[in-house]
Nanobody
Framework: QVQLQESGPGLVKPSQTLSVTCTVS??????????WTWIRQSPGKGLEWMGA???????YYSPSLKSRTPISRDTSKNQFSLELASVTPEDTALYYC????????????WGQGILVTVSS
């Protein structure tokens, strides 16, 4: 059974880098045909798709992101990560890592989410 688990610092200061990692168990992040996605949820914006990295390493990003390459992966650890530079309190949100199943175009497996607060 594939499971996703977010981890990382729950508090980050403004202007610094927000980092969160998703550890995938029960399946490989390089397996066809899945994409590994970051979605965040906040009271002000609701659910927001941020970007994804495919099974082959191809990346896709929301045009609203100011970081150039915010999503990366470590196949040896079966992990993928999100890094947002120069964050503000508006980046405070519940961050989810989610699997996108290309067979059905469905977000079929979600992590439990991790709350990251940007505050001084």
């Amino acid at each position: 059974q594939v499971q996703l688990q977010e981890s990382g610092p729950g508090l980050v200061k403004p202007s610094q880098t927000l980092s969160v990692t998703c550890t995938v168990s029960g399946g490989s992040i390089t397996t066809n045909y899945y994409s590994w996605t970051w979605i965040r949820q906040s009271p002000g914006k609701g659910l927001e798709w941020m970007g994804a990295i495919d099974y082959d390493g191809t990346t896709y990003y929301s045009p609203s992101l100011k970081s150039r390459t915010p999503i990366s992966r470590d196949t040896s650890k079966n992990q993928f990560s999100l890094e947002l530079a120069s964050v503000t309190p508006e980046d405070t949100a519940l961050y989810y890592c989610v699997r996108l199943n290309y067979y059905f175009n469905a977000l079929d497996i979600w992590g439990q989410g991790i709350l990251v607060t940007v505050s001084s």
